[in-house]
């Protein structure tokens, strides 16, 4: 399974790092996908990371601002999130695909507030 982690209540221009750690499998082969959903909202994919780490994608919105890595011997992948806005708010997950094979975690909330 997948579990996310690191959210919290941070205000604007705060700081967090959401963690999405796998146990039972290793993360080396797949992809990881992080996820938010704002209340009222569909969810959107914020960033994306392939399994080597060489291929990786922001949401327009969070360029410049979110960082995507990952440390398979930590079986751990990261979000580092940097000048947090309100418009960040969200619960955020990680999703992780392997060929057919695919984990969802838990959602991890992040609320920017001042």
């Known amino acids: 399974q997948l579990q996310a982690s690191g959210g919290g209540l941070v205000q604007p221009g705060g700081s967090l790092r959401l963690s999405c750690a796998a146990s039972g499998f290793t993360l080396d082969y797949y992809a990881i996908v992080w996820f938010r959903q704002a209340p009222g909202k569909e969810r959107e994919g914020v960033s994306c990371?392939?399994?080597?780490?060489?291929?990786?994608h922001y949401l327009d919105s969070v360029k410049g601002r979110f960082t995507i890595s990952r440390d398979n011997a930590k079986n751990t992948v990261y979000l580092q999130m940097n000048s947090l806005k309100l418009e960040d708010t969200a619960v955020y997950y990680c999703?992780?695909?392997?060929?057919?094979?695919?984990?969802w975690g838990q959602g991890t909330q992040v609320t920017v507030s001042s």
């Open positions: 990371i392939s399994s080597s780490g060489g291929n990786i």
């Open positions: 999703y992780g695909r392997s060929g057919l094979k695919t984990y």
